[in-house]
């Protein structure tokens, strides 16, 4: 949980009190005005070398003459002052949960987001603090029907009280509660990330769709099998044929904007991507539950802008199919017909993305959108590319790129352009259709950038983000994103719309 707090903090009713430390030892300066005999003792502290201020170490400080105030300090390294970043603020809100349940405390105060670091300003550092300790402190551990002390889902609940200016406390908790809507979207879809394929078919994927209507204004359509034919989707129809758990496209409206403009965003959900006829390696398959991540984050983000009541319309298509083996299953070497009209050899169905999302992006022009952005964890050459640190950006319309390059550094969700120069189209040629699946082994994320284009009138602005390399973290390695599915996208998305659709 995380609370704000703007009155004396000589008396502040919590267990200790967290206070930066740049590194070479410098503690932040509000505590100097605050308390001045603290400040000096944490002075003293780090003059010892007890703490040298790097990113993720801490030291508790007991304060023995504390009576209704905090009776520790809890010295924070922030890591180099010149160096902060919205991330770094992040993971630093999740080491304070971390730290606090380590250490028995229920109630964290915190002074960090009392100053400005490195030019952020205190509104936004409350706001990436309190990100960091959502995201550290999510788990998904629903199926695990014994708990123990050592499952870090089986923690205590830690209370993070941010310290803020009296005369600023309103404006920041608006905005904090924005934030909690974006966390809500953003754990929706790591929790459909994070589900595995054997509970979240289409269809069920569809029935989750349907639930959010219960609560916000959304429509929600879904067309099975027979819609799908009637409508000539036979990509959709080509990758799901292989599986009994038949494709679905799941269509969500939110239409709250009025004479605004349309975004349409598409998102592939591939609920488990074995490969097809076209197996992938065993080693490292059942994190192909996470191929529907697109899919997931359009989910998430739908339901977060209802949540806040934004003044915006927008139309999300998301097509949901298992791509499976079996006796029924496509081959490499078949055609199909696109809902567009277009034919497609299909040389490898592991490239099964571009199938649904080809007719899911030729459906999304049907309501005569302003603009289209789709996401897909489309290639692992995006992965090669780039690696965890940035999803792949591409699309004719320069300025729709550079608003979502812009966004998304200010979210924490970077992005990096990829060229679709009109060289790599000629990789799609095939002898006996209008395009193949697979352009070969180079460039293979543009040519999955390419492809897509095919299916978008040039006139309408476009936008195709992989998010092969971001959409999920096995790592551990980073304080802010537990194991698993990470929801990337929903925070993008989100200030988009609020920025350029309101």
Not at 65 to 74: E, F
Not at 155 to 176: M, N, P, W
Request: glycine letters at 10%; one cysteine or more; aromatic letters at 6%.
């Amino acid at each position: 949980m995380v609370e704000l707090f703007s009155d004396s903090v000589v008396q502040w009713p919590c267990d200790a009190l967290a206070v930066g430390v740049y590194e070479h030892g410098k503690p932040q300066d509000a505590l100097e005005t605050i308390h001045r005999e603290w400040w000096t003792r944490v002075q003293r502290v780090l003059e010892e070398g007890w703490l040298r201020g790097k990113a993720g170490e801490f030291l508790m400080l007991p304060l023995a003459d504390a009576t209704s105030g905090p009776s520790r300090l809890l010295l924070m390294g922030l890591g180099k002052e010149d160096a902060i970043t919205p991330l770094t603020l992040e993971h630093t809100g999740a080491r304070l949960i971390k730290t606090a349940q380590n250490h028995g405390i229920t109630k964290l105060g915190c002074l960090i987001a009392l100053d400005r670091h490195n030019g952020i300003p205190p509104g936004r550092c409350v706001q990436h603090l309190a990100q960091g300790a959502w995201n550290g402190s999510y788990r998904f551990d629903r199926f695990k029907s014994k708990k123990n002390d050592s499952d870090e889902g089986s923690r205590q609940g830690v209370t993070l009280e941010l310290a803020v200016r009296k005369a600023k406390k309103d404006r920041i908790s608006r905005k904090l509660e924005r934030l909690r809507h974006i966390r809500d979207g953003q754990f929706l879809a790591r929790d459909l990330g994070n589900m595995p394929g054997n509970l979240l078919t289409p269809e069920m994927m569809a029935t989750r769709a349907r639930q959010l209507t219960e609560d916000f204004p959304i429509q929600v359509t879904v067309w099975n099998e027979k819609d799908l034919k009637k409508n000539r989707m036979n990509g959709i129809l080509a990758v799901g044929q292989g599986s009994v758990n038949p494709p679905r496209l799941i269509i969500m409206e939110y239409r709250q904007g009025g004479e605004r403009p349309l975004l349409a965003v598409v998102g592939k959900a591939i609920t488990f991507d074995s490969g097809g006829i076209s197996l992938k390696p065993g080693a490292k398959m059942e994190e192909m539950k996470f191929d529907m991540a697109g899919g997931a984050a359009v989910m998430g983000f739908i339901q977060a802008i209802a949540a806040m009541n934004l003044k915006v319309n927008v139309i999300g298509l998301i097509p949901a199919a298992e791509n499976l083996p079996s006796g029924h299953a496509q081959r490499p070497g078949d055609i199909i017909e696109t809902a567009s009209g277009q034919w497609v050899e299909v040389i490898n169905t592991d490239a099964e993305g571009r199938l649904v999302l080809a007719d899911a992006l030729h459906h999304a022009q049907s309501f005569a959108p302003d603009m289209i952005i789709d996401l897909a964890t489309l290639t692992g050459a995006c992965v090669v590319a780039l690696g965890s640190e940035a999803s792949g950006l591409m699309g004719y319309n320069k300025k729709l790129l550079r608003k979502l390059e812009r966004i998304g550094r200010r979210v924490g969700e970077k992005l990096w352009p990829l060229p679709l120069f009109p060289g790599y189209q000629d990789l799609l040629k095939s002898p006996v259709a209008d395009m193949k699946n697979v352009g070969g082994r180079d460039a293979g994320a543009i040519t999955g950038g390419c492809f897509l284009s095919r299916f978008v009138d040039r006139e309408i602005p476009w936008a195709h983000i992989d998010i092969a390399g971001t959409a999920w973290d096995m790592s551990g390695k980073k304080p802010s994103q537990p194991k698993g599915a990470t929801g990337v996208g929903v925070r993008l998305l989100c200030r988009f719309a609020e920025k350029e659709l309101c």
